[in-house]
């Protein structure tokens, strides 16, 4: 995952939406302006969301993991909103649950495997209640971005610009 693109552009603070939407839009716009995936993105990892939801429910703040195909991604990049307010995400694997979500770990992945792979790393993050606190509390994009590194053993050379 050396290719990944991790930068403080990325994280979006103090994020205020309305509902899930809003929050996906939002993210996916911004990994639009910065020519990480292409505009198809946008209502793409909507799409997805609505068919399969990603919500779920922890012991910290709850998060959601949007995410689509590969074909809508320019250079595999992951970016962090955190809402000042809970949005209510459907939870994965449910038909109509939700959960009142404070982290958004949107991905952009290549390829099916980096996908599953981000995924398997993320789950560290998303069963340690103290990370979860530190993601949401932390108001320093850059030791966000540098936990986020050192969680998916990533290379400080390669695996923080495009």
Known sequence: MSDLHID???ILDNMQAADADDVLRTMAANLYDHELVEESYIQAVIDREHEHPTGLPTKGPAVAIPHTSKEHVRQKTISIGVL?????FGIMGEEKETVPVELVFMLAMDDEHSQLSML????SIFQDETQ?????????????KEALIDTLSL???????R
């Not at 290379?155 to 610009?161: D, H, K, L, N």
């Open 84 to 88: 000042d307010e809970p949005v209510a």
């Open 155 to 161: 290379s400080r050379q390669g695996g923080e610009t």
């Open 8 to 10: 403080e552009t990325l």
């Open 120 to 123: 398997q790393q993320l789950m």
């Open 132 to 144: 979860l606190s530190f993601y949401k509390n932390t108001k320093d994009k850059t030791k966000r």
